[in-house]
């Protein structure tokens, strides 16, 4: 059951918490499906009743002041009752809680190599109740005594460091310790962390602050049959640096001990912030070692970790409308350390190029919302992990700093963290402090970028002498403001010369109306290139002048500046997006300006983009003619790459993935041919993650059975191989093949990463019409699914089964089929849960795009 932010409200008037004491016995984890938990809280209410939150299979005990009471659990709450309105109370909670297998809660994975087990929690926003009774909202904090007891092998995990541990056999003869962890600072429930499990350790050292003050013990784990794969020398080293940026930038001394991060299975999210305990999803340990782009987001999400053990740790939203106070500055501030304090000094090129689509795209479908979102309960708070919160916010704090100078944003981030350490902070109290810090009046800024939904649009033209900037909202249905929306902006705007690397001329503009007008010298009039926003500074649509387009089209760039590459290339990519620039012309020009690039990233995404605006973008009777010119190219570069001396194995594999990717769309006999020679050819690029996206396109184009399939996992027992086989297995084009794999998705057997893999590989885009009896039943059980099971695995069957593919043959904008059938979906389940509309109708306002797309195409 959710939990209303008008119910945390009232709780959070009443209820004042002290402590929490949890004691787990994970003793029987290998074969039971349930484990003993028992909570201690000590608080104070104002009110006779209230209520714990707590998923258990059973309750068997509840104590409120020494006194054994009458259990009342129902609706995953314990009612209480009887309590002391003036003094402490102490209230203890015994259950059975349910080991989990979709990533939320207490997270139960058996490796299918060597049989070991390797437990780990996940909370946010609101599981902490699946494995302890608490008071799971995040303005709730208490201190948290761990105590967990597991086989003696184990390794234990929690908050804080270990204090205690005693070793004991238990009355059916298992070995076994307990282990008591150091009782945390204030801390919400979300935050709580429970590693369990036969992890492999590597020991960083202790990281020292310059003046010997704070002493950090790091720590990493990862599974055991990882532990070879695992390049831990750059992790610690990110992770040394990092702490220093942000202790000398926040000057608050990071405040929780030890820094262990652990790398886990069938993990939901990149990773979560856990004070001092931070778990990462382990896909960031690649096998055959991890290219340059995996490094830096790796940095990227291990920076961005570390900035919330301030930024939400340390001063935390009161509620989740405010999860924008967290998010957006963990994801900008991420960003900036990484640029400043590592070797990924591209970083905010990876954030032009890449993240900032996230963004554009959220914002301009019907359910975005401000940055800062309404959140009437934990069911809207988990969809709210979304574009707007994470990268919009990011971007939009960027043209903050910009706006108010650096030295006052990390100024006013000291005065917040002072004034609100330890406690729960809501939106007004950042403004407060960036306003004490600026001697500023925010509000109007505020009102425009924080409280209103929708990108500005910055269209350039070239009169004569004459630069013309003209700014528009974008009108977005359901938002009636979007289209009027005018935002002050600040940015930068560089003119190039003809294959010139660096720019003759740059200039900062801020812009306040709707048109800003700038008189050209003569030599910026005739520049082949004019880039608006060329740092990135601001968040809006930027559309290129006809001129500086077509020579970005047609390749005339040798910019030397990697950012501003990737702005041009956003704007590229987002004229696809919205129709202005042909899918097709542009699936070529990124193919061939990927055989110039030399920063991976941009490379990577290039070659990404040209193919998926060849599967959605363009109707597919022009997927063969568009697709050959590109893998001709492709296939041309492959050679070469695999010729060059030494091999760039990063370069090699973002060709071979992108051959294999397009020959799915449109298979030809030399191609699969070639792709099959690969996989034997080379082994130092082809690592498993290639090899299996080699073999799934070999299986989606018919070339290879289920059993020929298993003959290539065979000898490779691990938990990777299994999932990237049943993605390929799933994608053989058989109904049968596909009938098996979808009712074996739906039987509720499969943990999270096993689902979404049969799903990926059910899902083939290629395969529109093989799937028409799937499509039926995916919006049959869609909402029994939806209701049946927790929102993380709703979310992925609806992402992940939802065809994404549209076919105009079937319909032209509303009347195609696909489209029709979900607006059918959607009149008949009004009143489904508005977490699953919010999906069904993006996936909607996707298909409409694509089809008017293909329709113009
Ligand atoms: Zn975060």
């Known amino acids: 059951m959710t939990l209303t932010q008008v119910e945390a ?28 938990s028992r909570a201690t809280v000590t608080f104070h209410s104002k009110a006779p009743e209230t209520h714990l939150d707590l998923v258990a299979e059973q309750v068997t005990s509840v104590k409120v002041n020494g006194a054994e009471t009458e259990v009342d659990f129902r609706d995953d709450r314990v009612y209480l009752s009887g309590l002391d309105t003036e003094g402490l109370n102490e209230v203890t909670v015994e259950a059975l809680c349910i080991y989990s297998r979709t990533g939320e809660g207490l997270h139960r994975y058996h490796d299918p190599e060597d049989g070991r087990y390797y437990l780990y929690t996940q909370y946010e926003p609101f599981d902490a109740h699946r494995v302890y009774a608490c008071f799971d909202q995040p303005d709730l904090k208490g201190t948290w005594d761990f105590e967990l007891t597991g086989p003696e092998s184990w390794t234990l995990l929690s908050n804080g460091a270990e204090i205690e541990r005693e070793t004991w056999e238990t009355e059916d003869h298992i070995k076994v310790q307990t282990c008591r962890f150091a009782q945390t ?53 990110v992770t040394r640096q990092g702490l220093e940026f942000f202790n000398n930038a926040y000057q608050f001394p990071y405040p929780w001990g030890k820094y262990d991060q652990i790398y886990v299975p069938e993990y939901n999210l990149g990773a979560m912030e856990n004070p001092g305990c931070i778990t990462f999803n382990e896909k960031m340990i690649v096998r055959g070692g991890p290219s340059r782009t995996q490094r830096s987001n790796r940095a990227n999400t291990i920076l961005h970790e570390m900035c919330h053990m301030w930024f939400g740790d340390l001063v935390t939203p009161r509620w989740w409308d405010d999860l924008w106070l967290k998010e957006s500055f963990a994801d900008n501030q991420g960003y900036f350390a990484e640029q400043e304090a590592t070797q990924y000094t591209e970083s905010f090129t990876t954030f032009a190029a890449a993240r900032k689509s996230w963004a554009y795209t959220q914002d301009l479908r019907p359910t975005t919302h401000p940055i800062m979102a309404e959140i009437p309960d934990l069911d809207a708070a988990k969809q709210n992990f979304d574009g707007i919160t994470y990268a919009k916010g990011s971007a939009v704090l960027t043209q903050l700093m910009v706006h108010l100078g650096r030295e006052n944003f990390f100024g006013a981030a000291r005065r917040y963290f002072q004034k609100h350490a330890f406690q729960a902070a809501s939106f007004s109290d950042l403004i407060a402090a960036l306003e004490e810090q600026t001697g500023r009046d925010l509000g109007p800024w505020v009102r425009v970028w924080l409280q209103t939904a929708g990108p500005s649009v910055i269209r350039a033209t070239r009169e004569g002498r004459e630069f013309v900037l003209h700014q528009a909202g974008v009108p977005i ?44 010298t003569e030599g910026e009039a005739a520049a082949t290139m004019i880039v608006p926003n060329a740092g990135d500074e601001t968040y809006a649509l930027i559309e290129l002048d006809a001129v500086s387009q077509a020579s970005a089209m047609a390749g005339l760039l040798e910019i030397a500046d990697t950012r501003i590459r990737a702005v041009i290339w956003q704007s590229l990519w987002m004229g696809v997006y919205n129709g202005r620039i042909d899918p097709a012309a542009f699936a070529l020009a990124a193919v061939e300006s990927a055989s110039t690039e030399e920063l991976g990233i941009l490379r990577e995404i290039n070659l990404v983009r040209s193919v998926q605006v060849i599967s959605h973008f363009l109707p597919r009777q022009r997927w063969a003619a568009t697709a050959q010119p590109s893998l001709k190219l492709i296939s041309s570069q492959v050679q070469d790459e695999l010729e060059a001396s030494p091999v760039d194995v990063d370069r090699a594999r973002s060709w071979i993935n992108a051959y294999a990717q397009l020959l799915r769309l449109h298979p030809t006999e030399e191609g699969l041919k070639e792709l099959t020679e690969l996989l034997e050819a080379h082994p130092e690029v082809i690592n498993p993650a290639l090899k299996w996206t080699i073999l799934t396109t070999l299986a989606a184009t018919g070339k290879l059975s289920q059993s020929e399939l298993e003959s290539h996992a065979s000898g490779d027992q691990s938990g990777e191989t299994q999932v990237f086989l049943a993605t390929a297995k799933a994608a053989i084009p058989s109904l049968e093949v596909k009938q098996a794999a979808w009712k074996s998705a739906l039987s509720g057997e499969l943990s999270n990463e096993m689902f979404s893999a049969t799903l990926e590989g059910i899902n083939q885009a290629s395969q529109y019409e093989l799937l028409a009896d799937l499509r039926e039943d995916f919006f049959q059980q869609l909402e029994s699914f939806w209701n049946n099971n927790s929102i993380g695995m709703g979310t992925r069957y609806v992402t992940q089964a939802f065809p994404s593919s549209p076919d105009l043959s079937a319909g032209i904008g509303t009347e195609n089929e696909l489209v029709k059938r979900t607006d059918q979906w959607l009149a008949e389940h009004r009143d489904a849960s508005h977490a699953l509309l919010r999906l069904v109708k993006e996936k909607r306002d996707d298909l409409v795009r694509y089809l008017r797309a293909q329709e113009n195409a």
């Not at 002290?18 to 074969?31: F, G, P």
């Not at 790091?218 to 080293?237: H, I, K, P, S, W």
Request: aromatic fraction near 10%; glycine fraction near 6%.
């Open 9 to 36: 409200q009232n709780r959070s008037e009443q209820i004042t918490v002290d402590n929490y004491r949890i004691s787990l016995d994970l003793t029987h984890a290998t074969s039971s499906n349930t484990f003993p």
């Open 185 to 237: 600072k204030r801390l919400s429930s979300y935050i709580t962390a429970v590693i369990a499990g036969e992890y492999q350790k590597f020991d960083g050292g202790v990281w020292k602050s310059e003046d010997g003050d704070l002493q950090i013990p790091l720590g990493l784990y990862c599974r055991q049959t990882l532990a070879a794969d695992f390049d831990t020398e750059d992790v610690f080293e």
């Open 477 to 520: 249905e359901g938002h009636p403001e979007t289209g009027k929306t005018i935002r002050p902006h600040t940015f930068t705007i560089a003119f190039f010369a003809a294959n010139a690397t660096e720019p003759f001329s740059v200039r900062e503009v801020t812009m306040e109306a709707e048109t800003l007008r700038l008189d050209l």
